[in-house]
Antibody, heavy 125, light 110 residues
Framework: QVQLVQSGAEVKKPGASVKVSCKASGYTFTSYYIHWVRQATGQGLEWMGWMNGNSGKTGYGQKFQGRVTMTRDTSISTAYMELSSLRSEDTAVYYC??????????????????WGQGTLVTVSS | QSVLTQPPTASGAPGQRVTISCSGRSSNIGSNGANWYQQLPGTAPKLLIHNNNERPSGVPDRFSGSKSGTSASLAISGLQSEDEADYYCAAWDDSLNGVVFGGGTQLTVL
């Protein structure tokens, strides 16, 4: 069965960086896009960006341009999301989600069929 | 303020049918597929409807989606207590070059 298992909760100080991992199993990692979405406590969902699991090509939301980096290690079927220059407003649960197959070319699709369990990132001095 | 507009709350009695709307623009729902997610308290979102009206396997046929122009709707028939959750619509936005979400609708089963 398809699973996305994320790394554990993090506490960071303002200005620091955080790197969240998302280990995929149950499917061919390189065959799908991976997206990252975050959710502040009591708030709605906010999309951060996408990554082609095969080529590693990425696309980031305008709000996160220059601060977010999405990478992958295909040897261990794991995606990473690193967010830098953290501020208190970045306190949220961060989710990875599987997108559509890369063969479709449709990175531009909000269809996420499997999600990780979420990683709470707390930014506090 | 979210790019896609949803009512903040909705409610219905068990067995009833409820509809949740999602209003967008030509750059998002008007030109791309709408997707719906259900989020139970403390859990990750779950895909309910993709590409406007398609149900992933395992999603009950009580859930249905539709799209007309720049708006999409999620209908839930035969409402059950376990349907109490937050519901989000989502679509790619060609102008913003990213996925946009609605603000979410909290559904209460009376």
């Amino acid at each position: 069965q398809v699973q996305l298992v994320q790394s554990g909760a993090e506490v960071k100080k303002p200005g620091a960086s955080v790197k969240v991992s998302c280990k995929a199993s149950g499917y061919t990692f390189t065959s799908y896009y991976i997206h990252w979405v975050r959710q502040a406590t009591g708030q709605g969902l906010e999309w951060m960006g996408w990554m082609n699991g095969n080529s590693g090509k990425t696309g980031y939301g305008q709000k996160f341009q220059g601060r977010v980096t999405m990478t992958r290690d295909t040897s261990i079927s794991t995606a990473y999301m690193e967010l830098s220059s953290l501020r208190s407003e970045d306190t949220a649960v961060y989710y990875c989600a599987r997108g559509v197959p890369v063969s479709s070319g449709r990175y531009f699709d909000g269809d996420f069929d499997y999600w990780g369990q979420g990683t709470l990132v707390t930014v506090s001095s | 303020q979210s790019v896609l507009t949803q009512p903040p709350t909705a409610s219905g009695a068990p067995g009833q049918r409820v509809t949740i709307s999602c209003s967008g623009r030509s750059s998002n729902i008007g030109s791309n597929g709408a997707n719906w997610y259900q989020q139970l308290p403390g859990t990750a979102p779950k895909l309910l409807i993709h590409n406007n009206n398609e149900r992933p396997s395992g999603v009950p046929d009580r859930f249905s989606g539709s799209k007309s122009g720049t708006s999409a709707s999620l209908a839930i028939s035969g409402l059950q207590s376990e349907d109490e959750a937050d519901y989000y619509c989502a679509a790619w936005d060609d102008s913003l070059n990213g996925v946009v979400f609605g603000g979410g609708t909290q559904l209460t089963v009376l």
